[in-house]
């Protein structure tokens, strides 16, 4: 099966510029996850979709940004305007909807690095 | 809250050498545990886990870990280093109560020296 694929790759923008993230996740999938890794820094949660809802959007950092999951497939996640400390590596993940991780897990996509100038 | 400690930033080992990169949790629940790696330039991949079965357990790539709830450790262990093995590795715990959201150590990066 096809894994979790994100794009771009990378992205170099402005500060003040708009830059749009995507993720599709494991056909199938319900769960989807957004993380992000800030340089130097842990890896942190941003948010949970379960299907098209937002189950957990605790871990966004400020209304510039702004995930959809429009008929429960792919995501984006939109960062407007983009700031200096947005800069890092943004990975996504899916799992089915049985959430008993020692069957299933996540699987991750290679990652967005995202770099604010 | 659940929380990962991993110590050390980097590791370095000669090749052939024993790995082990450490990890502690806190976690108030039985926990799940994983170890990630991330090779350069691509994305995170999984190691290994622990669900609340063995308490040792074998991953890929020759790794293991094993689980001490005295300890709250889950270190990671490779008895011979292979060229191929650096990368950066993550330990992660699963928070239960939100929807198995992971928790993440900081990340170590391993060096394995020739």
């Known amino acids: 099966e096809a894994g979790v694929t994100q794009f771009p790759s990378h992205s170099v923008i402005e500060k003040g510029q708009t830059v749009t993230l995507r993720c599709d996740p494991i056909?199938?999938?319900?769960?989807l996850y957004w993380y992000r890794r800030v340089m130097g820094k842990e890896i942190k949660f941003l948010l949970h979709?379960?299907?098209?809802?937002?189950?957990?959007e605790s871990g966004m950092p400020n209304n510039r940004f702004l995930a959809e999951r429009t008929g429960g497939t792919y995501s984006t996640l939109k960062v407007q305007p983009a700031e200096l400390e947005d800069s890092g590596v943004y990975f996504c993940?899916?799992?089915?909807?049985?959430?008993?991780?020692?069957?299933?897990?996540?699987?991750f996509g290679s990652g967005t690095r995202l770099t604010v100038v | 809250a659940q929380s990962v400690t991993q110590l050390g930033s980097h590791v370095s080992v000669s090749e052939g050498a024993l790995v082990l990169l450490r990890c502690n949790y806190s976690?108030?629940?039985?926990?799940?545990l994983f170890w990630y790696v991330q090779y350069p330039n691509q994305g995170l991949q999984l190691l290994l886990k622990?669900?609340?079965?063995a308490t040792l357990v074998k991953g890929i790539n020759g790794f293991e870990a094993e689980f001490k709830k005295s300890e709250t450790s889950f270190h990671l262990t490779k008895p011979s280093a292979h060229l191929s093995d650096a990368a950066e590795y993550f330990c992660?715990?699963?928070?239960?109560?939100?929807?198995?959201?992971?928790?993440w150590g900081a990340g170590t990066k391993l060096i394995i020296k020739p």
């Open positions: 976690s108030s629940v039985p926990p799940y």
């Open positions: 622990y669900t609340s079965a």
């Open positions: 056909s199938g999938h319900d769960n």
């Open positions: 979709f379960v299907k098209e809802s937002k189950q957990d």
């Open positions: 992660a715990v699963s928070r239960m109560d939100s929807n198995y959201q992971l928790i």
């Open positions: 993940a899916s799992s089915q909807q049985d959430l008993r991780l020692g069957s299933y897990g996540y699987t």
